[in-house]
């Protein structure tokens, strides 16, 4: 009998994956090998057709016409055989693996940070980092980290230092006055003086005081003034157009954005509290930990150049 030349099922495998995904690196990741095990398939389906399938480059492979050609016979043949063998397809074979091997991180941040600035994120580090679940828990009180709370990683506001706990600044946070274009029919303050007479909103734990000084304006908050334990709330009531607010600038990206808010002037503080992540030194999960570290050290640099980071 004449010797098969149809090549073996994993190295047919390999190529379909690395034509499709354009890059040997997540071809690897995908099918579970290493990065030269899947140019060693390559090299080996390359030899036996006498053909070059990539053009490699300093930016990594690009797949030639006749590797896309093929590829999209393969990926047909390889669909044929895998349903003719009840055979699971690669892609159920790497969600099978994903899901034994998701790690659950849950993090821990105040109901505005995790709703106005985290949670819109997220969706991007779910996409980079499919192998880690986060599991997002709001609350005002500062999460003990440990095996009673059951919380890996925390998201700070505050001075940045937490006896028994190691932490990394994030970003720093402006604070400015916002209010709604709407606010008293589009009549909204001109000078800064024109303060006193409007409504000023007030979060327990942003006192407008400290900006006062900075803009050198002899005011008091009236006593009367609607005060609100939760940013959201204030915030929400600034945007419907119940008053101004002191806004803190990471909170308000999508108002500002849309113009639901409009920012008063240029005159801005740096607040004396930051945005950190804290954590145990001695977490079981410190290897998602630094994933999470990593990927929110870019995401805080990107909120602070007011863009998005770039992968």
Not at 129 to 154: C, F, G, N, T
Not at 165 to 173: A, F, G, N, Q
Not at 210 to 220: C, G, I, S, Y
Request: proline share 6%; charged share 25%.
């Amino acid at each position: 009998m004449a010797t098969s030349r149809l090549p073996p099922l994993q190295t047919l495998r390999v190529f379909e994956a690395a034509v499709r995904l354009r890059s040997f690196t997540r071809a690897a990741d995908e099918l579970a090998l290493t990065q030269g095990a899947v140019s060693q398939h390559v090299r080996a389906l390359e030899a036996q057709l006498e053909i070059a399938l990539f053009s490699r480059g300093r930016t990594g492979v690009e797949p030639t016409a006749q590797a896309l050609a093929l590829a999209l016979q393969v990926r047909q043949g390889l669909r044929v055989l895998e349903r003719a063998f009840g055979l699971p397809s690669v892609r159920e074979v790497r969600a099978t693996r994903l899901q034994n091997e998701t790690i659950t991180l849950v993090v821990s941040t105040l109901p505005a940070v995790a709703l106005r600035w985290l949670a819109p994120r997220l969706p991007r580090f779910h996409a980079r980092h499919p192998e880690i679940r986060i599991d997002l828990r709001m609350s005002v009180q500062l999460a003990r980290l440990d095996s009673r709370d059951r919380v890996d990683v925390a998201l700070r506001y505050g001075p940045g230092h937490w006896p028994g706990l190691s932490s990394e600044k994030l970003m720093d946070e402006e604070v400015f006055p916002v209010a709604s274009p709407a606010y008293r029919d589009g009549r909204l303050p001109r000078r800064l003086a024109d303060l006193a007479r409007c409504t000023l909103l007030v979060q327990t734990a942003q006192p407008w005081e400290p900006w006062f000084q900075a803009a050198a304006l002899a005011l008091e908050v009236p006593d009367d003034a609607p005060v609100f334990d939760d940013m959201n709330r204030m915030l929400d009531a600034a945007a419907d157009g119940a008053g101004i607010a002191l806004a803190r600038r990471s909170l308000v990206e999508a108002e500002l954005a849309d113009g639901r808010l409009i920012r008063l002037w240029r005159r801005s503080i740096v607040d004396v509290h930051a945005y950190y992540l804290v954590w145990r030194a001695e977490s079981k999960k410190r290897a998602a930990i630094e994933t999470f570290r990593a990927w929110l050290r870019r995401e805080a640099a990107a909120s602070v150049r007011g863009g998005m980071p770039s992968y």
